[in-house]
């Protein structure tokens, strides 16, 4: 089985890396997954491309860290993906042409009446997906 497990550093994140861990096994194609939102063109403009690239890639590794000590703890190996771009049309999008089986991602649980105003990454990715997507709260 082939999983994607998005994440952001969250300890949302981790219960779903968690819960991944208990419910399949050790063999599971698992790739990590964080999309970092772009920086907005007013701080972009005044920073060089390497500068950029290296804060994503910071903020990348920090969402990754408590995720991947989680499955390297439970002896899962697994890939790790950094994106820059909208997160909930970056995971469908890699859930899509990557060929998962499976998207598992934790919920903020902030409830609909929040998510209507705030957005909401798992909705989107709902929406969007045509891979099966496990919500763990």
């Known amino acids: 089985m082939k999983i994607l497990l998005?994440?952001?550093?969250?300890p949302?994140?981790?219960r779903a890396a968690r819960y991944l861990v208990k419910h399949w096994?050790?063999?599971?194609?698992v790739t990590l997954l964080n999309v970092d939102?772009?920086?907005r063109?007013?701080?972009s403009g005044r920073l060089d491309a390497a500068s950029i690239a290296r804060f994503h890639a910071d903020n990348g590794r920090y969402a990754l860290r408590?995720?991947?000590?989680?499955?390297?703890?439970?002896?899962h190996l697994h890939d790790e993906l950094l994106l820059v771009g909208d997160p909930?049309?970056?995971?469908?999008?890699?859930?899509?042409?990557?060929?998962y089986d499976l998207v598992i991602m934790g919920s903020h649980g902030?409830?609909?009446?929040?998510?209507?105003?705030?957005g909401s990454v798992v909705m989107k990715v709902l929406s969007q997906s045509r891979i099966p997507v496990m919500v763990v709260r």
Request: aromatic share 4%.
């Open 110 to 118: 902030r409830g609909s009446f929040k998510s209507l105003f705030l």
């Open 25 to 29: 096994p050790v063999d599971a194609s």
């Open 41 to 43: 063109d007013s701080i």
């Open 88 to 99: 909930g049309s970056e995971i469908s999008r890699v859930a899509q042409r990557g060929r």
């Open 66 to 75: 408590s995720a991947r000590r989680v499955l390297t703890h439970a002896g």
């Open 37 to 39: 939102l772009p920086l």
């Open 6 to 10: 998005p994440v952001d550093g969250s």
């Open 12 to 14: 949302h994140s981790t």
